[in-house]
């Protein structure tokens, strides 16, 4: 199994903006294969922005 990530921060109010588009985005990952599982983390908030990590799971 192969795990990529990636950290996304988003500016201080636009989170509701950001996690809708992100729901419904256009995606083919599922026709790729190995994919397994993408998901999206929302971590902690600091003075300018709220820190996302969203991150996919592959197999072997």
């Not at 192969?2 to 083919?28: P, S």
């Not at 294969?33 to 999206?40: G, S």
């Amino acid at each position: 199994m192969f795990i990529a990530m990636n950290r996304l921060h988003i500016v201080k109010g636009e989170e509701e903006v950001f996690e809708r588009f992100w729901a419904e985005r256009d995606t083919h990952l599922r026709e790729v294969l190995p994919f397994v599982e993408f998901n999206l983390l929302k971590g902690p908030e600091v003075e300018d922005h709220t820190l996302y990590v969203s991150h996919t799971i592959w197999s072997k």
